[in-house]
């Protein structure tokens, strides 16, 4: 299993609990250490690079001989008003979010066609389909909502060789210091945010549901079921 974004947060999370199942994990991000867990390999680098891609598929199945499941954790989440993006944010949040899925997904496949199995797991955001109007992201919009869209198209493309392909999208998930989710707690009907926990469980379900591809699971307290 392959992880990007793993350093910390969710994908840390989910290093973590697929490592404990029993699986052995391939984990990257720019500033990533070394491992000292047999069953754990991180290599560092910036995902957006083709470089980088390349070293996690051949260092990963050099390690462990396959490639079983490919999550796309890493991500560049930036929300402001449209006209206040600067090139740089959006240079930024495309080669992480969009780039990144675009090398390792498809060095990925391949290895995954010539197995005749595999899952691909995008993390992507409930604002691609519901936007909130007092947290204005649109290249997030643009960039994980583009992701949400080649689930589908991979699942169709792939189904026929054994491989899934499927989303998690998420709503606000507390992945750092609790005071900066201050009064956001009322934007969802569940009224409470998200914990890396839920997203762990959502990817941990999509891995053994092996009868459901083409998925965008919600991991956002009902934020996706309309206007709250």
């Known amino acids: 299993m392959v992880i990007t974004g793993a350093s910390h947060g969710i994908g840390a999370g989910l290093v973590s609990a697929f490592s404990e199942a029993g699986y052995n994990v391939v984990a990257n991000s720019r500033s990533i250490g070394a491992s000292t867990d047999p069953s754990i390999v991180n290599i560092a680098g910036d995902v957006g690079e083709a470089e980088t891609a390349d070293r ?3 260092e990963g199945v050099g ?8 999550v796309n954790n890493a991500g560049i989440f930036i929300a402001k008003p449209f006209t206040q993006y600067t090139v740089a944010d959006y240079e930024a949040m495309l080669a992480t ?6 090398h390792l997904t498809q060095r990925a496949m391949r290895l995954m066609e010539r197995q005749g199995w595999g899952h691909i797991v995008n993390i992507t955001t409930t604002v691609a389909e519901q936007p909130i109007s007092g947290s204005p992201a649109v290249l997030a919009s643009l960039t994980k909502g583009a992701l949400n869209a080649a ?9 026929p060789r054994g491989i899934r392909a499927n989303s998690v999208s998420l709503g606000i998930i507390k992945t750092q210091n609790p005071d900066s989710y201050a009064g956001l707690e009322s934007s969802d009907p569940l009224c409470r945010l998200g914990e890396i926990d839920d997203v762990v469980s959502a990817v941990m379900y999509l891995e053994r ?3 459901v591809t083409g998925e ?5 307290g009902g934020q996706s079921a309309g206007h709250w």
Do not use: M, P, Q, W
């Open 56 to 58: 996690i598929i051949n």
């Open 63 to 70: 390690r462990f001989s396959r490639l079983d499941t490919l």
């Open 97 to 102: 979010n969009v780039t990144g899925f675009f």
């Open 151 to 159: 689930t589908k198209a991979l699942a169709i493309e792939y189904g």
């Open 209 to 211: 549901a092996e009868f």
């Open 216 to 220: 965008i699971s919600h991991v956002d």
